[in-house]
């Protein structure tokens, strides 16, 4: 079965940074790529930012490039999201998700295994 | 690369048959055939219920179907049920760069 878990909620100051995990299995890890998607409170599914860890290529949305860093790790197979610097507006919940995606053959079978998701909350 | 443009809320009565509609643009939404739906309950991660505009995977239902005409995507969800109450949102491929785009969303009531 293939299962993404992530870490738990994070409480965080402003100006303070956080690093989250997705712990992956059930699958071939560096074949296939990690997104990371924010869902502000009542708001919809935002796409920031994709790995892809067989080569470590990354993709980010213009809208989050600078602020986060999207990583991983082969041998525990599991990703990694970093926001530096946040802000009370950053408040939000991050999902990660396994993307079906051939991006050279222009093929996307979409996102279909999804982490629970983590919550960020920044308040001073 | 601009959200995908979906209307707020769409709603219906039981057993009766709803639409999304999801425009993009050239760039994104007319450019392939790639555009995905997700199904998301409060409080829960979103699930994919249609990829590649019209693709059910394995184990959903068959009364949600989906095409494309040009910019515009739709899903459509037949045979209305109390369980369909949900947000919906569509994304699609945008290219190289742009690995995805997502909808506004959109709230579907079971009246």
């Known amino acids: 079965e293939v299962q993404l878990v992530q870490s738990g909620a994070e409480v965080k100051k402003p100006g303070e940074s956080v690093k989250i995990s997705c712990k992956t299995s059930g699958y071939n890890f560096n074949g296939e790529w990690i997104v990371w998607v924010r869902q502000m409170p009542g708001k919809g599914l935002e796409w920031m930012a994709s790995?892809?860890?067989?080569?470590?290529?990354?993709k980010y949305s213009p809208s989050f490039q600078g602020q986060v860093t999207v990583s991983a790790d082969r041998s525990i197979t599991t990703a990694y999201f970093q926001w530096s610097s946040l802000k009370a507006s950053d408040t939000a919940t991050y999902f990660c998700a396994r993307h079906r995606l051939w991006v050279a053959r222009s093929i996307d079978y979409g996102m279909d295994v999804w982490g629970q998701g983590t919550t960020i909350t920044v308040s001073s | 690369q601009s959200a995908l443009t979906q209307p707020a809320s769409v709603s219906g009565s039981p057993g009766q048959s709803i639409t999304i509609s999801c425009t993009g643009t050239?760039?994104?939404?007319?450019?392939?055939?790639?555009v995905s739906w997700y199904q998301q309950y409060p409080g829960k991660a979103p699930k994919l219920i249609i990829s590649?505009?019209?693709k059910r995977p394995s184990g959903i239902s068959n009364r949600f179907s989906g095409s494309k005409s040009a910019n515009t995507a739709s899903l459509t969800i037949s045979g209305l049920q109390a369980e369909d109450e949900a947000d919906y949102y569509c994304?699609?491929?945008?290219?190289?760069?742009?690995?995805?785009?997502f909808g506004t969303g959109t709230k579907v009531t079971v009246l």
């Open positions: 994304s699609s491929f945008a290219g190289s760069t742009t690995l995805a785009v």
């Open positions: 050239s760039s994104d939404v007319g450019s392939y055939d790639l």
């Open positions: 590649e505009v019209t």
């Open positions: 790995i892809y860890p067989g080569d470590f290529a990354t």
